[in-house]
Every structure is written in C-alpha cells, then in structure tokens.
C-alpha cells in the first residue's frame, strides 16, 4: 500500500552469504557512480527491510556477538580502561564476565594487569599505581554480582583460570592470600581483592615522602610540658571530594570553618619528658591510660578500635621506631627512648561527644603530630603537617581525607582546594562568616547534638569502593560536591543568608544521595520536628548520627526552636552546644 511505502519496509539491504560479500554493494554508498551490472546485481539479491529483519533476525544472539565483539575490545585496551578519566564500570565489568566466551581469560588478563601496576612506583606525581586498587575491587565486586555471597567456587566462575596464569602471576596473587586455586569461594576471594585494593591505597599514600630520618632527640628542658589545643571543624560543602583515591586523581574542593566549642577550642594534647624510657598515653575523656615497654606494643596501631592507636601511630611517624628513623636493627624501644633524652608521656582530651562528626580524630592527630615535634624541637610546616595527618590515617587504615585537619588547624571560615597529584598542595581562601557566625547573624545558627551515633560500619569503604568501582551515580555526586564550595563562599561573601541556607540543605541532601546511611529514621524525626523553623540543615561529618548545624529562618524561629528541643530533646544526650568562629586554628606552647 502507497502509506507503507517508507525506508522502514523498503527492501534495500541485500543479504550476504559470505563475510566478503558486502564489498560486492559498496557502491550503494555513492549512487551517482552506480554501473549497470552492480544495479542488477542488487535487484537479483535476496533483499530486506528493517521491518522484516527486526522479525527475523536472532535478537539475543546479534547482542551476544555484538557484546563478544566489545569485550574483545575492551580485553584489547585493557591498560586504557582503567584510566582516571575512563568511566568503565564494575558493573560493566560483571557484564563482560558473563557475557564473553572466554571468562577465566578475561580474569588472567584482568589479574596480570593488575600485576603490571602493582610494581610501578609512586614519584609525587604518578598515579599509576592507584590503578592496582581500581582493578581489584572492580574484579571483587564483578564477581560478587555474579557469584553472590554463595559458595560457589572461583573454579566454577572461571574454569582453568588458575592455568591462565603466569608463574609469576599467580606467586603474586598466592603472596596476598588471592590463589586462584579452589581454597576460597568466589565471594570470599572477591571480598578479599577489594579488601587488597583499600590496603593499597593506604600504602600508596604512607609512601609517600616517608624517606627515613635521623633518630630524634628531646629539646625540652626537664620541667617544660608542650601543649597543643586545636578548634573543632564544621563542613559546609565539598565533603569527600578531600578523599583519597578521588581527591588524588581529581583533586578536591571544601568550604569549612575552625570553631571553639563553649568557649574553648575542644582538641588538646599535653606532652613531657619523663625519666623512665617508656611510653605513657592517657585521655581524659576516654578516662584511660596505658604504658609502653616495647617496640611490640607500639607497632600494635592497627588495632584501630583502641583510643591509643592514633598516639601509638604517631610516635612511630615520628621517628621513635627503627621502621621511620636510622635506629640500629636491634634497638629496643628503652635503647630508643635512652637515645631520644628520656620517656614521654602524653595526654588527650577530645571535650566532644564521641562521633561528632566534627572532625575530631583527625584534628587531634593533627595536635598529637605538632606537639610531639614540638617536643623534638620542631614547628612542622602547614603543608608538612596537613600531610602528615593524612599519612597517618593510612597508617591506622582509616583513610580519611585532608579537609578535617585543615579545618581545625587553620582558623576561621576558608575554602580549601587541592589539584590532582600524589601529594595533596591545599591552596586556602578565607571567605566573611557572618551568616555562619552566632554572635554576629543574632544566633541564628545553631549547633546542635543529636545524641546519636552513627553505628554503620565501613563508612568510608562503602563510599570509596563506589568510586572505585565507578559508579555512575557515585560519579555524578561526587562531581556536583567537588563543584559545590565557591557556590557556598559566594553566598557567604554576599552575606546572602538564605541562600546559604538553601546551598546548606542541598549539601546535605547530596550526601545522603551519595551515603544513604548518612541519615535514618530518628534523623529524619529530628529533622521534621526542625523544619518548619529552618532554611538549611545539615548533618556534619560522615552523618548518620553527631552534630546538625541549623539555619533558623529568623532569631524568633532560632528562639522557639531552641526552646522546644530543650523542652522535648530526642534523647537524654542531645543538646545545644554554644560555638564560635576560632580566630586561632592550632596553637601549641612550651609551658
């Protein structure tokens, strides 16, 4: 029928019978050359349309080959995969795997390359060798989408895999507690490649200007105590941008402000030679205390659920250890601390409610590292402390970010920027806190404590292993946080409270877009209750639980609002704290 007439049914494509035969109608590319005998040639042919070949033709196996053509591809350019800027996701990666006909090849490809990475070296610059982690925990959590948390063996998921191997492959892979043999289930292996891939980001980042350093001795003066205090930190934008591997490969953006909580900056530590050569740590607010004898006890860091392993970690990074400092082999830690001028004792107090979100273990290794040095006779560098905090956290495993330590070190309100590269360079910018800062916006923000902590746990692994993986919608979030903060300084600088209260409330809601654990439903209860009376608010640090900075509409709203959480708080623990805008950041004295 004349209607039908179209390119949908017209029979133009002529049906080829052998894979050179689509050179015999290339003509069709360029009519006006067309000669007689091609022309008749195609009239003869067996011709389609689009109409009868969407019918016809196979669908699932036209996909499958056109998926096995891909993945030969991708299998090609592996190296290009996995570049910074490359987009190829586990979850394409899960895709592959099940798709291709040739899984446990494209697994022995997947490990060697990994292999190639893991000997490049980090020079400040190169970021090679964060790739190593992308490609293992995107594996791990490929085959955890394929295998489950079933028992299934890795055999079954990749048969002959472990022959696909080179000798000098699988000897790697055996070294980290990955054989490919049958001794682990496909989702036990899987979770221990992405468990390697955070222990390799942590040590890509320790190694980092961790050249070893002349044994250090005691500058204090028999009776002089070193005391360092440091302000808390509010984030206001950017949060996890700062974070190791993204904030290296891209580098980060935040806006925060160093603040004194009633009255006093919240942070300190005291340090002082001791006569005995040993190792005395206390908290005041964990109200404990321990001593150490020996090297042993020191190198135990890693127990990170102890309140004295960020001490513990930072004695070893500076120098107290034949692992940082040119000590002989065998020193003991007596030898050590006989060498050092004496013992040391060292006190916290942390005047913050546990899991504040706040910033606190990271300003207080920031205070734990000068004071220490201070000791040894040294006031570090901004730069040198910053990143050494950072280094720290590796160390401890925990592998937060840079911005906490900045945040409570510098004072006032800033935004601080890092370009990309091994060793994070923050450049910082102060910007006006008037509409941040209580006595000056008549106590219209408010500070308050929910009484909550957060109990998830793997908050960091959860976020990072998305980026790892390259989640796309991880991806995306992460892009509009790192894009946030000189939207909230432009605001602040304009004294435009409003929308720095909307920009507050959108910071908030992208990150529990990115952590959907940040928040829960005694969160949200509390948050209910403030909303009629607020522009913004906004859960700090990792969320879930701590501190809420508040932007009440108008001082009434500030005024009711307070006074009906006092009257009907959550919980026995919430409460208001009073804060202020420190106009000090980290001081640390020789009393």
């Known amino acids: 029928p004349e209607q039908d007439r179209g390119i949908w049914n017209a029979r133009l494509f002529p049906a080829a019978f052998a894979p050179a035969s689509y050179r015999d109608f290339l003509w069709m590319f360029d009519l006006s050359h067309a000669k007689e005998p091609e022309k008749k040639h195609w009239l003869e042919a067996d011709r389609y349309s689009f109409s009868e070949m969407a019918v016809l033709a196979d669908q699932k196996a036209f996909h499958r080959r056109r998926m096995q053509i891909r993945a030969t591809n991708i299998r090609r350019a592996l190296r290009r995969m996995f570049r910074r800027d490359s987009g190829f996701s586990a979850a394409e990666l899960a895709h592959v795997l099940r798709e291709t006909d040739d899984p446990s090849g494209w697994a022995a490809d997947l490990l060697a390359e990994a292999h190639w990475y893991e000997g490049q070296e980090s020079n400040g610059g190169d970021l090679e060798p964060l790739t190593l982690s ?98 808390a930190r509010l984030d206001l934008g950017g949060g996890w941008s700062d974070t190791p591997p993204y904030t290296l490969e891209f580098g980060g953006s935040v806006i925060n402000a160093a603040v004194n909580l009633n009255g006093q900056p919240p942070i300190q530590a005291y340090a002082r030679v001791i006569r005995e050569p040993v190792i005395r740590v206390g908290s005041i607010d964990f109200g404990g205390r321990i001593e150490i004898s020996t090297l042993d006890q020191l190198h135990s860091y890693h127990e990170v659920t102890s309140e004295f392993s960020l001490a513990k970690a930072a004695f070893v990074l500076c120098g107290l250890s034949p692992r940082t400092a040119d000590w002989p082999r065998d020193a003991s830690l007596q030898d050590i601390l006989q060498g050092f001028g004496g013992g040391l004792e060292l006190t916290t107090l942390a005047a913050i409610p546990g899991g504040s979100g706040l910033g606190t273990s990271s300003i207080l290794g920031a205070v734990i590292l000068a004071v220490i040095q201070r000791v040894m006779g040294r006031v570090l560098p901004a730069q040198e402390l910053f990143h050494g905090v950072l280094r720290l956290e590796q160390a401890l495993a925990t592998g937060g970010g840079w911005q906490d330590q900045i945040g409570g070190a510098v004072d006032g309100v ?178």
């Open 134 to 231: 992308r490609i293992l925990h995107s594996l791990g959590t490929a085959i955890l989408e394929l295998a489950g948390k079933t028992q299934t063996p890795l055999s079954a998921l990749f048969p002959g895999l472990h022959e696909n191997l080179s000798d000098a492959d699988s000897a790697w892979l055996e070294g980290l507690g990955l054989s490919t043999d049958d001794s682990l289930a496909a989702s036990d292996w899987a979770e221990r490649a992405r468990d390697t891939a955070f222990q390799n980001l942590h040590h890509t980042v320790l190694r980092l200007e961790a050249s070893r350093m002349k044994p250090p001795h005691s500058a204090l003066r028999s009776d002089e105590i070193v005391w360092g205090r440091a302000p």
């Open 414 to 591: 800033k935004v601080i920027h890092t370009d990309a590269g091994l060793i994070p360079q923050a450049s910082i910018h102060y910007v006006p806190g008037d509409v941040l800062d209580p006595v000056l916006n008549d106590g219209r923000t408010l500070l308050y404590y929910t009484g909550i902590t957060r109990l998830a746990k793997n908050i960091l692994q959860q976020v990072v292993g998305r980026y790892l993986d390259r989640n796309r919608s991880s991806i995306a979030t992460l892009r509009q946080i790192h894009a946030s903060p000189p939207r909230v300084a432009d605001a602040m600088s304009r004294k435009d409270y409003e929308s720095f209260g909307g920009m507050i409330q959108e910071a908030w809601d992208l990150k529990k877009q990115l952590d959907p654990g940040s928040t829960n439903d005694r969160i949200e209860t509390l948050l209910d209750r403030m909303r009629p009376h607020v522009l913004g608010t906004k859960l700090l640090g990792a969320g879930g639980g701590g501190f809420v900075l508040v932007l009440a509409k108008t001082v009434e709203d500030a005024r009711i609002l307070r006074k009906k959480l006092e009257a009907e708080p959550p919980n026995e623990r919430a409460r208001f704290f009073d804060y202020s805008i420190s106009r000090e950041g980290l001081v640390v004295t020789v009393c």
